[in-house]
């Protein structure tokens, strides 16, 4: 943050008023003496070149700041139609961090509100280690082509709620890693993109459990992918992904509606035969409805030798706009409680396993 801003004891606020402006990039460091409220009212534009901004992968970032205010209704542009074009990471996993247009770490008692992020050369926003921090009213504008740019990345953060927001991008809409607790996702539209993940899961070592994630009231439109848990086999360790609840979610032309994969493999480099580590339990998806574009709308894939415990599906229903034959569902490894479902959405095929 500012010098000044940041000493003052008294709550203050940083305007940016109507209008475009270029703008290279910082990092407002905390901690600060009291509140502040970032207002953007009008457009930040990133450099198109990112060789051009100071950190190799952030362009505006917020850090160890409590109470913590981003409004206005402004845009933060990325410009990055260039990157998504020099972006191998569906083929690389190696490949060059790209920057992201918010990054917000350590942040406490916060608050985003009402603002847009536009073309992010990676991800829109991550949140890393927040806690008590409200989304609301936020946009993330940017084509299916965009790739690797999830909307919201969270992050080992604890209380986090995104409530009111529009999604349309190229990657996931709502992505969440390692390490989180109590999140909540509420009255989101999400497409187009790869729909809302928990996950992936299970890659790394030193990975936390993850617990306590509501997402309700959602609708997805010409997405990917639903909603999904999605862990990588071969885990290093043990890990848990726990209370994890889908709720009265409309979905249209979707693909994947409905989706646990244990076997997330992107780059197609795991070990074939070994299964993952992340047990999954306390699982529910509850009143989700629409079309979707594959005819498995259901495929609940967990892993061998410790199934998914404790998985309900309740009032589910799907058309499937396609010709690839019948609707129908996968389940393996699990044996979930089945309430107000049609049979070839009830776990039709695979082999179910206690």
């Known amino acids: ?126 949140v890393f280690k927040c806690e008590k921090v409200e989304i609301k009213g936020f946009t993330v504008s940017a084509p299916k082509e965009s790739m690797n740019t999830d909307g919201i990345h969270i992050g080992r953060s604890t209380g986090i709620s995104i409530t009111d927001t529009t999604i349309g991008t190229g990657d996931d809409c709502i992505s969440i890693g390692d390490g989180n607790k109590d999140i909540t996702v509420t009255n989101v539209t999400c497409g ?79 070990k074939k035969g070994v299964p993952s580590k992340v047990k999954i339990s306390n699982v529910s998806f509850k009143n989700i409805k629409g079309t979707c574009t594959d005819p498995v709308a259901v495929k609940l894939v967990c892993t061998q030798g410790m199934p998914c415990e404790n998985v309900e599906l309740s009032d589910i229903d799907f058309k499937y706009t396609g010709n690839k034959g019948p609707i129908t569902s996968v389940c393996s490894n699990v044996k979930p409680t089945i309430n107000r479902v049609p049979q070839p959405l009830a776990c039709a095929t695979g082999a179910a396993a206690a």
Request: charged letters at 20%; glycine letters at 10%; a neutral charge.
């Open 1 to 126: 943050m500012d010098r000044c801003t940041c000493a003052s004891t008294t709550p203050s606020k940083i305007v940016v008023p109507k209008g475009t402006f270029k703008f290279v990039g910082t990092t407002f460091k905390g901690p600060c003496k009291a509140a502040i409220e970032f207002q953007v009212q009008g457009t930040l534009q990133a450099p198109v070149d990112g060789s051009q901004l100071p950190k190799d992968d952030t362009w505006i970032g917020f850090d160890h700041v409590d109470g913590l205010t981003l409004s206005g209704g402004g845009t933060f542009d990325g410009q990055g139609a260039q990157s998504w074009k020099n972006n191998d990471c569906n083929k690389n996993r190696n490949c060059k961090t790209k920057h992201i247009n918010l990054r917000f770490h350590f942040l406490t008692n916060s608050k985003i509100l009402d603002v847009t992020s536009k073309d992010s050369k990676n991800f829109h926003v991550n």
């Open 192 to 270: 187009p993109g790869h729909g809302i993940a928990i996950g992936s899961l299970g890659r790394y070592p030193e990975e936390e459990p993850v617990s306590g994630f509501n997402i309700k009231n959602c609708t997805l439109t010409d997405t990917t992918n639903g909603v999904r848990i999605k862990t990588w086999p071969a885990s290093p360790k043990d890990a848990t992904a726990s209370d994890i609840h889908f709720e009265d979610i409309t979905m249209v032309n979707v693909g994947n509606p409905i989706l646990i994969d244990q076997e997330y493999c992107p780059w197609n480099e795991c």
